[in-house]
């Protein structure tokens, strides 16, 4: 058999499952012992605290551009004040909400990235702590504020002898699922028609519309390639 024919398929996902055999590694290796411990914890603890203040004030930041940017679409003529910067008509700061937007949704994948990674080594430090225990693992990931994966309960394999159970459950999820699905449809929704609105009626000139476009579309790429690359685009703790 050649060797090109034994090679397993490239996934993602691997670098994020290489990334946790490796935590395992290091916090079991008597060397390491007296260097990975409960104070090496809470100052990863207090990065991650910093680095999601950070990712939250982005969120809200972009939250604000987006609506801004509705507004702009729906050509509501309101004054805006962005950055010490005043305009008698939001249709007049697209280009640079798009602009800023991007740039800083570039920046925060970057932090999003350290913070998945951060949370990794913590929960790999919880699997550590509790031994195998289900209930101490869950303790232990409420301490560091990892146990979201752990809220709704792995109901595999039971039976649901009451309607409304099956109902509750389901709306559940579907509720969740619909809100996550509009909440990115909408975000779409409102980048794509304020770029073909500044290519309709620019601010400043067509060509600058054009370039502004293909930034934040290259921007927007970078920005999801960065987490994928790195394997922290979607974070779970319960695969061990």
């Known amino acids: 058999m050649s060797q090109s024919a034994t090679k397993k398929p490239f996934k993602w996902s691997a670098i994020q499952q290489a990334r946790k055999k490796g935590v395992a590694g290091l916090l079991d290796a008597p060397a390491f012992k007296d260097v990975f411990n409960d104070k090496f914890v809470d100052g990863l603890e ?11 004030k982005v969120h809200l930041f972009q939250l604000i551009a987006l609506l801004i940017l509705a507004m702009a679409v729906l050509s509501f003529h309101l004054a805006i004040s962005l950055f010490g910067v005043s305009a008698n ?7 640079l909400l798009l602009v800023i937007s991007s740039t800083a949704q570039l920046f925060n994948a ?11 080594f913590i929960d790999g430090y919880a699997w550590k702590l ?4 289900a209930m101490a693992l869950n303790a ?8 979201n994966n752990d809220v709704v309960p792995n ?21 969740l699922i619909t809100w996550v699905l509009a909440a990115l449809m909408f975000t779409a929704f409102i980048q ?25 579309l290259l921007s927007d790429f970078a920005a999801g390639g960065v987490q994928i690359v790195t394997g922290t685009f979607w974070t779970g703790y319960k695969e061990r």
Request: net charge positive; charged share 25%.
């Open 110 to 120: 970057v932090n999003i990235m350290q913070s998945a990674q951060i949370s990794e």
């Open 46 to 56: 207090r990065r991650r605290d910093t680095l999601q203040a950070r990712i939250l």
């Open 89 to 95: 008509d939001a249709r007049n700061v697209r280009e």
């Open 192 to 216: 794509i028609a304020a770029m073909v609105d500044i290519i309709r009626d620019p601010t400043i000139s067509f060509k600058v519309s054009i370039l502004v476009i293909i930034y934040v």
């Open 155 to 175: 109901i595999e394999g039971a039976r649901t002898r009451k309607w409304y159970h099956l109902f509750i459950a389901r709306g559940v999820i579907i509720g």
């Open 130 to 133: 509790a031994k195998g225990n």
């Open 140 to 147: 232990i990931r409420l301490r560091y504020g990892l146990a």
